[in-house]
Structure formats: C-alpha cells, structure tokens
C-alpha cells in the first residue's frame, strides 16, 4: 500500500464583494474603460477593462477585482477632487467663438454677475 503524501494547501483569495466590484465598475466607467455595467458582477467585460487597466498603469494582470486596482482608480482620480472643470469659451476679434476648451480651476465661488 502506498504511504499518503500529505496535500499542499494553496491560500485562495476571497472573492471580491460586489460592493467593491462595483466601486471598481464605477471607476473604471468614469474613466471610459470600456463599456462596463455597474452591476456589481465581474462578469467578461468588467474582467477585461481590469485587465486594460492593470496593464495601462503598469500593474500585474489579473483581470481580477481587488483593493489594490480600486485603490489605484482613486489615486489616479484623487487629483481632480478638489476641482471642478470650467468651459471657456475663446473667440477672435468680433467674430463667434472659435471653439471651447476645458480649463482645471480650483472649486471657488463664481464671480458676481454683471449688470
């Protein structure tokens, strides 16, 4: 009879809560990652705008949810938290405006009207 070798226990990660999946969906949307549903699941699509992601900022592909990728969505977010973006409009002379442009301002009260 052979002698039983003992089994190796491999850890598992536990599975993402759908809560974090959706912070993560959330995020990834809100940074034109795909066309991710906000559902909580991570189904194909929310596993290969991860994917995307990871590989975009250089992290190991995993396609899967974690705290480190939605910590990495907030930290490349996080410097537009305190803004607020502004259109400008920019014209020439006397004519119509020749088009707009998004301009980082810091949030501040908006200037009084004129009358």
Do not use: N
Request: hydrophobic share 40%.
């Amino acid at each position: 009879e052979a002698a039983a070798q003992p089994m190796a226990v491999i850890p598992v990660e536990k599975p993402a809560s759908p809560a974090l999946v959706m912070k993560i969906q959330k995020a990834l949307a809100g940074m034109a990652y795909a066309d991710v549903k906000i559902d909580g699941i991570p189904g194909a699509a929310t596993r290969a705008a991860i994917r995307a992601f990871e590989k975009s900022y250089r992290l190991p592909v995993t396609g899967e949810p974690s705290e480190a990728v939605l910590k990495k969505t907030q930290v490349d977010r996080g410097d537009l938290t305190p803004f607020r973006l502004r259109v400008v409009r920019i014209s020439c002379g006397a004519g119509p405006p020749l088009g707009t442009r998004s301009a980082k301002i810091p949030d501040q009260p908006a200037p009084p009207s004129e009358k």
